[in-house]
């Protein structure tokens, strides 16, 4: 279904009736986020109270997942916010987090600490979205005449609030981030976002939207630039 918003400028459609110059469709995959270091959390519940020692970019979140598990209140839970290894998204999420509490509650009076193991760490990630970008686009005078850009990707948002219990209220704007606001001025300029079905989770990676639609974008005026015969920094700055 067509999600977030985008951008209509012209009259696309009648820009493309005659010769089309590129058709081009890029594919991008599911990517883990490859943190310096693997997912860690410490745990210590004792004298009712919950303590936590994790790198973290939630630690909010963390605080009320882990409030949740122990059968605390939030006031009876502190998150000692650590040095983070890497974070690009991946410790936006608190399931390593919510792993060491469980064993901690299992253990309660000792100190637990969960590392995950590499192999663990890719495979069990939240994912940057497999993604796909279709161009159709046409010259006229050595620049881009008309630019239609449509994308595709499953919904982070809808994901990460899933994963939190929280509604995804609303179109999820990450799906066109880098797509729609490049700075150009083509006189007819089109782009649509669609949110693809679930699949795996998949959650922040680094620039989020913005890791798939720039190089979807970019890659087509580069093949456009080409095809033009004009140099690519050269070809941009005209528009």
């Given at each position: 279904?067509?999600?977030?918003?985008?951008?209509?400028?012209?009259d696309?459609?009648a820009?493309?009736?005659?010769?089309?110059?590129?058709e081009a469709e890029?594919?991008?995959?599911?990517?883990?986020?490859?943190?310096?270091?693997p997912?860690?959390?410490?745990?210590?519940?004792h004298?009712?109270m919950?303590?936590?020692?994790t790198?973290t970019?939630?630690?909010?979140m963390?605080?009320?997942a882990?409030?949740?598990i122990?059968?605390?209140?939030a006031?009876?839970?502190?998150?000692?916010t650590q040095?983070?290894?890497?974070g690009?998204?991946r410790?936006?999420e608190?399931?390593a987090?919510?792993?060491?509490?469980?064993?901690?509650?299992?253990?309660e009076?000792?100190?637990?600490?969960v590392?995950?193991?590499?192999?663990?760490?890719?495979?069990?990630?939240?994912?940057?979205?497999?993604a796909?970008?279709r161009?159709r686009a046409t010259?006229?005078?050595?620049?881009?005449a008309?630019?239609?850009?449509a994308?595709?990707?499953?919904?982070?948002i809808?994901?990460?609030?899933?994963?939190?219990?929280?509604?995804a209220?609303?179109p999820?704007?990450?799906?066109?981030?880098?797509?729609?606001?490049q700075?150009?001025?083509?006189p007819?300029y089109?782009?649509?976002?669609?949110?693809?079905?679930?699949?795996?989770?998949?959650?922040f990676w680094r620039?989020?939207g913005a890791?798939?639609?720039a190089?979807?974008?970019?890659?087509?005026v580069?093949?456009?630039?080409?095809?033009?015969?004009?140099?690519?920094?050269?070809f941009?700055?005209r528009?």
């Amino acid at each position: 279904m067509q999600d977030a918003r985008g951008r209509d400028d012209g009259d696309v459609d009648a820009a493309l009736t005659g010769t089309v110059a590129l058709e081009a469709e890029y594919v991008v995959p599911y990517l883990a986020h490859a943190t310096m270091e693997p997912m860690s959390a410490i745990a210590w519940l004792h004298d009712g109270m919950l303590e936590i020692w994790t790198g973290t970019q939630a630690p909010g979140m963390a605080q009320s997942a882990a409030a949740k598990i122990a059968g605390l209140e939030a006031e009876k839970v502190a998150v000692h916010t650590q040095l983070m290894g890497g974070g690009f998204g991946r410790r936006a999420e608190v399931d390593a987090v919510r792993q060491a509490v469980h064993v901690a509650k299992a253990l309660e009076g000792t100190p637990v600490l969960v590392s995950w193991t590499r192999e663990e760490d890719m495979t069990h990630d939240m994912y940057r979205p497999m993604a796909m970008g279709r161009v159709r686009a046409t010259l006229a005078d050595g620049a881009i005449a008309a630019f239609d850009f449509a994308t595709a990707a499953t919904s982070t948002i809808a994901s990460l609030a899933g994963r939190l219990g929280f509604p995804a209220m609303g179109p999820d704007a990450t799906i066109l981030q880098a797509a729609w606001e490049q700075p150009y001025a083509f006189p007819n300029y089109r782009v649509t976002g669609y949110r693809a079905p679930d699949a795996v989770p998949v959650g922040f990676w680094r620039s989020v939207g913005a890791s798939q639609n720039a190089f979807f974008h970019e890659s087509a005026v580069d093949e456009l630039a080409h095809l033009a015969g004009v140099d690519p920094m050269l070809f941009r700055m005209r528009r």
